[in-house]
C-alpha cells in the first residue's frame, strides 16, 4: 500500500545533462506525512510534480514510480497536487467554491445532500467554518486572509478524497502559528489512511516534530531520507551535531546549504582581515597582499581571488 519513486532521474536539455533530480530514491506510507525539504532550487518542486506526473514540458524523466505496487497512472484520481499559486473566483464565497467543484469533480450519481455533506465536512475539516460564507477576494476586494486561502486550496483537493495528497510549499508566506495549524489539518488526513508529502521552507520546531518522515535534498541529490526524529542524531553522527537552542529545520539547511559554507568561509576571512588590520594597523590598500582582502585601485585585477565584502 505504499507510493514508492526510484532512480527518479529528471533532466533538461536537448542533450539530457542537466539533472534537476540525479537518481533519487524513497517511499511514503500511508497514515504517514512527510516534508522535502532542502535549498532553494535543490529539487523539492520538481520531484513533487514528477511524483504527480506534472512536470514541465521541457523535462525529462526517467525512474519508476508505484502506487500500491502498480504503475503510477497518470489519469487515475489517486494522486492530487496542491501548487504554489492558488487561482480562485475572487467574487465567489469559500462554500460556493468548494461546492462548484465538488459538483464538477465528483461521480455523478452522488445526490446533491451527498455533495453538500462532502462540502460541509471539508470546510469543518479544514477550519474554514467562520469563513466559509466570506468572498475569497481580488485585488480590488479584501477577501479571506492568506492562511484561508492555502486551506481552501487543500480543501479543493481534499474533495475528491485522493490516496496521495502532494503539495509544495503549503506554508509559504504564512505566520509560524499559521503554518502550524495548516501542517496539523495535512497530518490528520494524513491520520485517515492517506500519504501526504509537502515542500517545506524553514518550519518551526513544532510545526517539524509534526511531520513523521524528512526528505532532504540537496542539488537535485538525497542527504537524508527517513523518520523525521532521527535526522538529529544522522547529522550528530555524520559530525554535524545541532547546537542548542538552534531550530532542527535550520540545523539541517545550513549543514547542507554549500551557499551557506561559502558565506561562512567568506566570514571567516573576514575575520581574518579584520585582525590582521587592528594588529599591525596596515592601510587597507596593503591589505590587498592577502589572498582574499578588499584590492586598492592600485594593484593588479587579475592577480589572484578577489573578495569584496
Ligand atoms: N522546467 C524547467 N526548466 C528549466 N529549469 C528548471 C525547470 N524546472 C526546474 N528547473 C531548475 O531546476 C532546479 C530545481 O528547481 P525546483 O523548482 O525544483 O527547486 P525548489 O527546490 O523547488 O526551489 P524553491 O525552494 O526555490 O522553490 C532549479 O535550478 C530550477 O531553475
Ligand atoms: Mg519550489
Not at 509544495?168 to 489539518?185: C, H, M, N, R
Not at 537524508?224 to 545541532?242: I, T, V, W
Not at 588590520?277 to 590598500?285: A, D, F, G, K
Request: glycine residues 8%; contains cysteine.
Amino acid at each position: 500500500m505504499v507510493m514508492i519513486w526510484e532512480n527518479l532521474t529528471v533532466t533538461i536539455g536537448a542533450d539530457k545533462k542537466k539533472k534537476l533530480l540525479d537518481g533519487v530514491t524513497g517511499f511514503a506510507q500511508p497514515g504517514r506525512i512527510m516534508a522535502v525539504m532542502g535549498p532553494s532550487g535543490c529539487g523539492k518542486t520538481t520531484l513533487l510534480t514528477s511524483l504527480a506526473g506534472t512536470h514541465a514540458a521541457n523535462v525529462a524523466e526517467a525512474g519508476n514510480i508505484q502506487i500500491k505496487g502498480k504503475r503510477r497512472n497518470l489519469y487515475s484520481k489517486e494522486v492530487s497536487f496542491v501548487g504554489q499559486e492558488e487561482l480562485f473566483l475572487g467574487t465567489l464565497t469559500v462554500k460556493e467554491t468548494l461546492t462548484y467543484s465538488a459538483n464538477m469533480r465528483l461521480p455523478s450519481k452522488m445526490t446533491k445532500q451527498e455533495i453538500d455533506k462532502v462540502v460541509e465536512d471539508t470546510i469543518i475539516e479544514m477550519g474554514l467554518e467562520d469563513c466559509a460564507n466570506s468572498k475569497i477576494g481580488n485585488w480590488h476586494l479584501r477577501g479571506i486572509s492568506n492562511g484561508e486561502k492555502k486551506r481552501l486550496s487543500i480543501g479543493l483537493e481534499i474533495l475528491t478524497q485522493p490516496f496521495v495528497l502532494l503539495l509544495d510549499e503549503p506554508t509559504s508566506g504564512l505566520d509560524s502559528a499559521s503554518a502550524f495549524y495548516v501542517i496539523q489539518a495535512l497530518s490528520n488526513i494524513a491520520l485517515k489512511g492517506k500519504i501526504v508529502i509537502c515542500s517545506i521552507h524553514q518550519p518551526g520546531c513544532e510545526t517539524f516534530n509534526i511531520f513523521d518522515d524528512l526528505l532532504l535534498l540537496s542539488s537535485g541529490e538525497t542527504v537524508y531520507f527517513g523518520e523525521a526524529n532521527m535526522a538529529l542524531k544522522f547529522f550528530a553522527d555524520a559530525g554535524f551535531p545541532c547546537p542548542i537552542k538552534r531550530n532542527p529545520s535550520d540545523h539541517f539547511l545550513m549543514s547542507i546549504n554549500l551557499d551557506f559554507d561559502f558565506i561562512n568561509e567568506a566570514l571567516a576571512r573576514c575575520h581574518v582581515l579584520i585582525r590582521v588590520s587592528q594588529e599591525t594597523t596596515i592601510l587597507m590598500s596593503s591589505v590587498a597582499d592577502l589572498p582574499c582582502g578588499r584590492r586598492s585601485s592600485a594593484t593588479d585585477p587579475n592577480d589572484g581571488p578577489v573578495l569584496w565584502y
